[in-house]
């Protein structure tokens, strides 16, 4: 397989600390404009849940050059150009994407948001309306609301399990002053990385930032570090009527600076990424034990996941559980084939391609790297460290991840029985 495009960037931090990333990329004719910040719903106190999540939407309320929500989409969408936003554990992003020769648009529009908002105590009222809405609608779906029982599990009564948009109560407590209060803290320049992608000039880009975006802010916040609770086998269950039931198996993974993470990734996509991956093939299709089932890796500074998931008959939930433990434990009784994982490896790197397509995936590459990762590395720097995970590599991060600790579960049925399926949760012999 043929290398990516280098997709080579300039960087460079500013005298108030912001930090601005450009990856020219002139075979295009548009742009991402992004400003990330470090800031997300583990930064925030217990009175505070929600808080981010909720600033997220109230900077797309008005701003003191365009003071009203239909003036600031206006300007973007007038353009035939995509304003959004999102909210994380760990950091917040706000972009637009743009025809190139619209990016001082773009880049005065995201300034003033960050910058300038309005904060206006009649919008908030409204704001927060919809997002417990949005609240609601997410608590809704079993087959979502389950993995944020299993974060609750895994990381019980601290910011990192947390549900990102908070709860009724803390939502509905919150003022313009503690949202200001938040904005003050945050979203400082030290706190910010500005990346642009597309067809842009470093130049350009660094002359805009150092006159719109140089205002002195906060330092970076800190958070609270992650503590995993001792002991396995616990479980986590709702009651619901509910044709499926829907499954989390999971537990403890490897932080996001893990040496060990590139062996993690291609054991979790043999695991369950995909539809040629073992659980797809041998519960859902040799088995009939599932309609969905999948793996995924999550990793967080200082902590991480790794969580099967899966909707089943809820007739078939203690055959589906007992598949899946199966399929987890034979990874770590011995290596993989290699030619296994020459073909995870190759799946790995061509969806790495794959997701480098366009401005915006190029932007969130780098960016996200800048601020929560001490390495700042190309695609290709990436492919070459999966390339280099041996099978000898595979077994130990299996052995080291997957042990009697990591056996948890959450679920939603219409009648989970907890004793039940703490018992089940047992690698096989």
Known sequence: MSSIPALPFVRRVLPRGLRVLVAPMPHTRSVTVALFFGMGSRYESPQEQGISHLVEHMLFKGTERYPTAQLISETIEGVGGILNAATDKELTVYYAKVASRHADLAFDLLADMVRRPLLEAAELQKEKKVVLEELGLAQDAPGEWVHQLMSELLWPDQPVGWEIAGTA???????????????RRGYGAQNC??????????????????????EAGAPPPSFVPATDPAGGRRVRSQARETEQAYLCLGGKGLSRSDPDRYALRLANAILGDGMSSRLFLEVREKRGLAYDVHSYVNALYDTGAVVVS????????????????AEVDKLRQGPVPETELRKVKEYLKGRTVLSLEDSASVAQWYATQELLTQELLTPDEVLDRIEAVTVEDVLRVTRRVFDDQWLNAAVIAPEPDDDRLRDLLRFPG
């Not at 899966?310 to 433990?325: F, H, K, N, Y």
């Open 169 to 183: 109560e803390t939502v509905n407590a919150q003022t313009t002053d503690t949202i200001r209060d938040y904005v």
């Open 193 to 214: 990385v500005l990346m642009v992608a597309g067809d842009a000039s470093p130049d350009q880009v660094f002359a805009r930032a150092t006159e719109r975006l140089s």
């Open 310 to 325: 899966a909707g089943v008959d809820p007739e078939q939930l203690e055959p589906a559980m007992g598949a899946v433990l």
